[in-house]
């Protein structure tokens, strides 16, 4: 099966939650609008940004079918169907490719764990088997997973086994690997890059597209930086990608979702608070937070005085 040749930016969007903590979905058309307009190139819904794990299978069906909705042929969807049962796992996938979504993805189970990487294989294979319509991503996430085996290994494996396997979502530091991986794709598979704060060590290592959260948000900063980077104007480069390092270490400072949900209430787009066990931030902290990114000079218009 042919991948989907993702480039540039893919974000990863953010589930919106009204204030009773149930889905927001009226708040998805505007999500898809604001990434259409930041020139991303694809939708990564349900992963870690999106809290994928903290919903319901069927708020996770919900959320996919709106967001193929919203996203119409501008901006093709891949839905993450992770899962610690294969069986909801299946149903999440087969579900995926009956609501029209490009492509799907799952990481690696994060309570009971595959020891091997056939184990691992096993699992993929099983999931991607129920969608077979649909490009199979694996989402290589081992700091929260805790999974961490050799994805060269996992690719010649997966590349046999799994007829759809279009590569890897790549969120790990672990650069020489990535590279690795890079060279083993060659023209067939995807190797997309997921750390947003060393994105430019990733585009030297010869990544062609990257999967992040902050592209929901601050897409223009790291177009800048990739233009830089493809017309050897690393120094421009440098600059942008130390502004990218601010900002990640302001949201780490605050709490990543948390802090990047009330970014999207400060741009205009209500994605409403994050869901236990992750914490809101107090009003304090917002007024805090606000003051923080005003000093980093990434974002081209006022932060919205509704966030105040």
């Known amino acids: 099966m ?3 040749g993702l480039s540039g930016l893919v974000a990863a969007p953010h589930t919106p939650f009204a204030a009773d903590g149930g889905l927001l979905l009226s708040s998805v058309d505007r999500q898809a609008e604001l990434l259409v ?15 994928g794990l903290s919903l319901s299978t069927a708020e996770r069906m ?4 709106r967001w193929v909705q919203a996203a119409g042929k501008a901006l093709p969807v891949i839905a993450h169907v992770g899962h610690t049962s294969v069986v909801e796992a299946k149903a999440l996938a087969a579900h995926a490719q009956e609501a029209g979504a490009a492509a799907i993805s799952a990481m690696a189970p994060c309570f009971f764990k595959p020891a091997t990487v056939p184990d691992l294989v096993d699992f993929c294979a ?9 490009p199979f991503y694996y989402y290589h996430l081992p700091s ?3 999974v961490a085996l050799p994805m060269p290994e996992f690719m010649g494996r997966a590349r046999e086994r799994i007829p759809t396997f279009a590569g890897v979502k790549f ?4 650069l020489a690997e990535f590279k690795h991986c890079l060279e083993l794709a060659g023209d067939d598979l995807d190797v997309l890059f997921g750390r947003d704060e060393i994105l430019l060590a990733g585009l030297a290592a010869g990544a062609r597209g990257a999967i992040g959260s902050t592209y929901n948000y601050a897409a223009p900063l790291f177009a800048r930086m990739i233009a830089a980077f493809k017309a050897g104007d690393l120094t421009t480069a440098l600059r942008l990608q130390s502004k990218a390092e601010r900002l990640v270490a302001v949201l780490r400072k605050y709490g990543e979702i948390a802090a990047a949900k009330t970014i999207m209430t400060m741009i205009g787009v209500d994605c409403g608070p994050v869901r236990t066990p992750l914490a ?3 009003p304090d902290r917002v007024r805090a937070l606000l003051h923080d990114l005003e000093g980093l000079d990434i974002f081209t218009r006022p932060l919205g005085p509704a966030a105040r």
């Open 280 to 282: 809101n931030l107090c």
């Open 144 to 146: 929260m997973t805790g």
């Open 2 to 4: 042919e991948t989907l």
């Open 37 to 51: 307009d930041g020139g991303v190139s694809a939708a990564f819904v349900c992963g870690t940004t999106g809290e």
């Open 62 to 65: 919900k959320l996919a079918e």
């Open 126 to 134: 099983a999931v991607a088997a129920a969608a077979p319509g649909l």
């Open 171 to 174: 969120t790990h530091n672990d």
